[in-house]
């Protein structure tokens, strides 16, 4: 993948199943990448240390809009990484107050965009959002990626916003063996399907690992040329 010289990525959620993968393959694709780690993080040592050996600057600041701001200007992104999320049971360990999914998944994305959007470069903002995004979402979890997704289609920056299915890996640090056999119960599921002619539908919701989407949220990021991109499915492959 070829990408300009000038290319400059920021990501926040870097120390994410996702946004550590995505750093991992912005920096061996030759982009200056800032990765974003909490400093009240209580791996932040082990984090720093990890993206600065291979080669990764570390964004160490809290989610404060002025701190953000200060962050994004230092940084002088021409893309944006949006690869935030929570579970109810981290937000617990957290001692997260209120719907967690508002709080983070919401919440810091809107800060992220909205200090984003005054940026004189206009980066473009990649979101990591969900498969079955929809007016009709009813969860928590899918009413907040809703939110999301209208405050970046709405906004002035250009985009892509990606909704993968399930994101599976045994190196996950939370194992999450819930949505291991979910996945791979729907895979089986989806592999029928496809096999009787619903090849859309397999290729929507089947799993994917954050390697392969890693690659595809870079390639989407840096070789879009349309204002706003919605990728699903195999363009997620």
């Not at 980066?123 to 990591?128: A, G, H, S, T």
Request: proline share 3%.
């Amino acid at each position: 993948m070829a990408v300009e010289a000038t290319t400059t990525a920021f990501v926040a959620g870097a120390t994410g199943y996702v946004g550590r993968e995505v750093v991992k393959q912005l920096v061996g694709l030759g982009i200056a990448t800032h990765a974003h780690v909490r400093p009240s993080s209580g791996r932040f040592e082990e984090w720093r240390q990890r993206f600065e050996a291979i080669g990764a600057n570390v964004c160490a600041c809290d989610w404060t809009s002025e701190a953000i701001g200060a962050a994004l200007a230092n940084a002088e992104p021409t893309h944006v990484f949006s690869l935030l999320g929570t579970t109810r049971s981290r937000a617990k360990s957290e001692a997260i107050t209120g719907d967690p999914y508002d709080k983070i998944d919401y919440g810091l994305t809107a800060m992220l965009y909205e200090q984003a959007a005054t940026l004189a470069s206009k980066p473009r903002f990649v979101y990591l959002s969900a498969a079955g995004v929809g007016d009709s979402a009813r969860s928590a979890y899918m009413r907040a990626r809703v939110r999301a997704e209208a405050l970046v289609r709405e906004g002035p920056l250009p985009y892509v916003l990606a909704r993968p299915a399930v994101i599976t890996g045994s190196d996950r640090d939370d194992r999450r063996r819930g949505e291991e056999f979910a996945g791979k119960a729907i895979d089986g599921a989806l592999s029928v399907l496809g096999a009787l002619g619903a090849r859309k539908l397999r290729e929507r919701y089947r799993s994917t690992t954050n390697t392969v989407l890693a690659a595809a949220l870079i390639r989407l990021a840096t070789e879009s040329v349309d204002d706003g991109v919605v990728a699903e499915g195999i363009d997620l492959r």
